[in-house]
């Protein structure tokens, strides 16, 4: 082998020595946020009467009004199937109609309904009022770095390609 090959073969395993203790902090602070942000989920969903994936559907269909089936699995990183079934459910609520694409019949539109909406604005009342007490225990001048960082994690998040893509995935 020559030095340069050796050079890089222990550069490599330095870089993935520290990306490796890099990763494990990452994932347990990531593991933590979930938990934390899960539990505060579940319960300001249950006091409003609806599951966690209920109101993450309320959500998107707030943000983005009469959007398709697909186009909502999509978002939500959802099997079409799965999240077909959850529709039903926040239909059957009165929280969400359904109506045909005016361009194309073999397709469904989502929106929220009138009491739908009044979900919607409530959920976002209680999130953004817990979010606010969050935010009050940060000083004010690392507010926009924390806002930075997390929207940097996403990012790079979005970028992966899938390859490792999660848990337990074979390659």
Known sequence: MTKSIIAN??????IEKMNSTEAIEIREILQQLVRDFGLLQREGSECCGI??????IIYELD???RISLIDLAEKLSMDTGMLSRQ????????YVSRTPDPNDRRYVVLSLTEEGQVKANEISGQMNQYIGQ???F????????VIDSLQTLLSAMK??????????TTK
């Open 9 to 14: 073969n222990i550069y490599y395993e330095v």
């Open 63 to 65: 943000k983005n009004p």
């Open 134 to 136: 969050i935010l009050g």
């Open 87 to 94: 529709i039903n459910k926040v239909v059957e609520l009165g």
């Open 138 to 145: 940060i000083p004010n001048d690392k507010k926009y770095q």
């Open 159 to 168: 970028m992966n390609d899938g390859s490792g893509s999660g848990c337990c």
């Open 51 to 56: 599951t966690v994936l209920q109101s993450h």
